[in-house]
């Protein structure tokens, strides 16, 4: 699950490889995806490399090599040699067994969070939780504005991967391109309520441009200590 501007280096990395045989230099990523400074294109670099898109070739000038592109997982242009394939998040439902699917790290249940979503571990799941109904991946609730729908802090969520919603559902949101959160999707007129169960926490009301949908709730796995 890559934010916006994750997706556009990645597809920029691509075409530049695929044309010249050479990854662009960090001043044209920045002018390509319009950004501030170079620093912000070196986090979305990192961001790339952790989630497994993209590796840095040692000991090479602008040396980037893509590894799989965001909707299949294939082998993408690379500017090496060797092609490398890396596992997408989640798997296909091996029938009688279990389901495994990838941790992703952490999601805020209160205030959000820096959306830094890359595989951390792999967790097994009962086939009928995830199984037949498309990808899912799992995140770590982190915080307690979702108690009263029965979402503690520590849970680990089971996320139906999707980029729309109906209202009440409870949903990963990404705000802004930059923060994600768990709350319930309201659509009001031209606005999006994410509504917290904690009355402790405030709705938070965002123009429609602002927020992106990027799973549903699906199942809860709570550990017990």
């Known amino acids: 699950m890559l934010t ?47 989630r497994g898109f993209i590796r840095r ?10 590894l799989k592109m965001p909707e299949t997982g294939a082998p993408a242009v690379s500017s090496d ?8 998040f989640g798997a296909e439902p091996d029938h009688g067994a279990g389901v495994e699917v990838a941790v992703l790290g952490k999601i805020a ?26 990808e899912h991946y799992a995140l770590e609730v982190e915080g307690d504005s979702m108690i009263e729908a029965g979402i503690l802090d ?17 949903v990963v949101a990404l705000v802004d391109e930059e923060e994600a959160t768990l709350k319930r999707l309201r659509r009001k007129g031209g606005s999006v309520a994410l509504e917290a169960a904690n009355p402790a926490y405030e709705t938070r009301i965002f123009g429609p441009d602002r927020v992106r949908v990027q799973g549903k709730l699906v199942g809860l796995i709570r550990r017990y200590h």
């Open 57 to 66: 070739l040692a000991h090479r000038a602008r040396a980037l090599e893509v």
């Open 4 to 50: 916006r501007k994750q997706q556009q280096l990645l597809l920029f990395i691509n075409k530049r490889l695929s044309e010249d045989g050479v990854s662009p230099s960090f001043e044209e990523m920045k002018d390509a995806l319009d950004l501030a400074s170079k620093s912000g294109v070196h986090r979305l670099i990192t961001a790339l490399e952790e």
């Open 154 to 170: 520590g849970d680990i969520v089971i996320i139906e991967r999707c980029d729309t919603a109906t209202n009440g559902e409870i």
């Open 81 to 88: 040699a060797e092609n490398v394939v890396r596992p997408n």
């Open 109 to 134: 249940a209160g205030v959000p969070i820096e959306a830094i979503q890359h595989e951390q571990s792999r967790i097994m799941l009962p086939p009928d939780l995830a199984g037949g109904r498309g």
